[in-house]
């Protein structure tokens, strides 16, 4: 299904996604309230888009509060529907253009009234997969929200269903077992939920992560850590990558973000990892950086080594 970047069959729902996906939410433009929003040109998010498609990624991912993103993947790029699932989320108190209301609100009624939205947003009769925008377990329980998403998928309206979360709220969200998929937050330097990773991949569960390499270096215009003028990809992540003296481990030819990337592949349970760029140049070093596969299991466990000594470990067991 894709042109040179490897692919995974996401759990049981039998879907094959590519290993890199893209991620939308840097093209969600200028949003007020939101410091690290970027004003952004519809032709500049068009080019994006296509060329994603065009080096064989094949999974997209967004959100309806993600401000104009699934507008503009409509308007972009659903005459390319057939060549590309995507993944969308529902859970948003969106108003207009700003984040000054409240952002969240779980309710059937809002998942309802999300998923028609996104629909015409993106020009489609259905997504992929629907996930739930990181509520906690009583939330879901007590609104009947799963009850809300296998509606949707009755009607049509998404083939499969999930939940983006993170830790510490994600160990009982893994208990509700009509959840397809999970999207997790996962790095070298954000290890706190590898071991329920693994433990949903091997229940057959589809694993997206988000990865804090998504913001790219600093010296890429286009990306989120060149826009913010700081050097790290996350709080400290690129201070942390030299006090663990990871670029001692690097191949030649693989930059930074090439190793981190890498790394994050190289948990078989991952299927795919979804990051956002308005910058060219870092789609493509993170398209070569997934072409090249996981890192050696002598590299992958000297890394974990230095990690550790840092304070950087696999979470709880499960």
Same mark, same amino acid.
């Given at each position: 299904m894709s042109e040179g970047i490897p692919t995974a069959v996401m759990g049981r729902t039998g879907i094959e996604v590519t290993r890199l996906s893209y991620g939308t939410w840097e093209? $969600? #433009? @200028?949003?007020? #309230?939101?410091?690290?929003? @970027?004003? &952004?040109? $519809? =032709?500049?998010?068009?080019?994006?888009?296509?060329?994603?498609?065009?080096? #064989?990624?094949?999974?997209?991912?967004?959100?309806?509060?993600?401000?104009?993103a699934e507008e503009f993947i409509g308007r972009s790029v659903s005459h390319r529907r057939s060549e590309f699932a995507i993944a969308t989320k529902c859970g948003c108190n969106w108003r207009g253009r700003s984040r000054s209301t409240p952002p969240k609100q779980f309710t059937q009624e809002s998942v309802f009234r999300n998923v028609e939205r996104s629909l015409k947003r993106l020009k489609t009769d259905h997504v992929d997969i629907l996930q739930l925008h990181n509520p906690k377990a009583a939330l879901v329980e007590d609104n009947e929200?799963?009850?809300?998403?296998? $509606? &949707? =998928? @009755?009607? #049509? =309206?998404t083939r499969w269903i999930g939940m983006s979360s993170d830790m510490p709220h994600l160990p009982p969200l893994t208990d509700f077992e009509e959840l397809d998929i999970f999207q997790v937050g996962y790095q070298p330097m954000q290890r706190e939920s590898e071991e329920w990773i693994k433990r949903l991949g091997d229940d057959q569960r589809g694993i997206i992560i988000r990865s804090r390499a998504a913001k790219g270096q600093p010296h890429y215009e286009g990306t989120l850590a060149y826009n913010q003028g700081r050097i790290s990809s996350g709080p400290g992540t690129w201070v942390n990558f030299e006090k663990a003296k990871l670029d001692e481990l690097r191949d030649d030819g693989d930059s930074r973000v090439a190793f981190m990337l890498r790394y994050t592949i190289s948990l078989p349970q991952v299927h795919t990892v979804a990051v956002g760029t308005l910058s060219l140049d870092h789609m493509q070093e993170n398209v070569r950086a997934v072409q090249r596969g996981p890192l050696s299991p002598d590299t992958l466990e000297e890394a974990n080594r230095r990690l550790e000594k840092l304070g950087f470990k696999a979470g709880q067991e499960v």
């Amino acid at each position: 299904m894709s042109e040179g970047i490897p692919t995974a069959v996401m759990g049981r729902t039998g879907i094959e996604v590519t290993r890199l996906s893209y991620g939308t939410w840097e093209i $969600e #433009g @200028r949003i007020e #309230g939101n410091p690290l929003s @970027r004003p &952004v040109s $519809e =032709k500049h998010v068009s080019t994006m888009l296509n060329t994603a498609l065009d080096s #064989g990624m094949n999974f997209i991912d967004t959100a309806d509060c993600y401000g104009h993103a699934e507008e503009f993947i409509g308007r972009s790029v659903s005459h390319r529907r057939s060549e590309f699932a995507i993944a969308t989320k529902c859970g948003c108190n969106w108003r207009g253009r700003s984040r000054s209301t409240p952002p969240k609100q779980f309710t059937q009624e809002s998942v309802f009234r999300n998923v028609e939205r996104s629909l015409k947003r993106l020009k489609t009769d259905h997504v992929d997969i629907l996930q739930l925008h990181n509520p906690k377990a009583a939330l879901v329980e007590d609104n009947e929200l799963i009850d809300a998403l296998l $509606e &949707v =998928k @009755r009607q #049509g =309206k998404t083939r499969w269903i999930g939940m983006s979360s993170d830790m510490p709220h994600l160990p009982p969200l893994t208990d509700f077992e009509e959840l397809d998929i999970f999207q997790v937050g996962y790095q070298p330097m954000q290890r706190e939920s590898e071991e329920w990773i693994k433990r949903l991949g091997d229940d057959q569960r589809g694993i997206i992560i988000r990865s804090r390499a998504a913001k790219g270096q600093p010296h890429y215009e286009g990306t989120l850590a060149y826009n913010q003028g700081r050097i790290s990809s996350g709080p400290g992540t690129w201070v942390n990558f030299e006090k663990a003296k990871l670029d001692e481990l690097r191949d030649d030819g693989d930059s930074r973000v090439a190793f981190m990337l890498r790394y994050t592949i190289s948990l078989p349970q991952v299927h795919t990892v979804a990051v956002g760029t308005l910058s060219l140049d870092h789609m493509q070093e993170n398209v070569r950086a997934v072409q090249r596969g996981p890192l050696s299991p002598d590299t992958l466990e000297e890394a974990n080594r230095r990690l550790e000594k840092l304070g950087f470990k696999a979470g709880q067991e499960v």
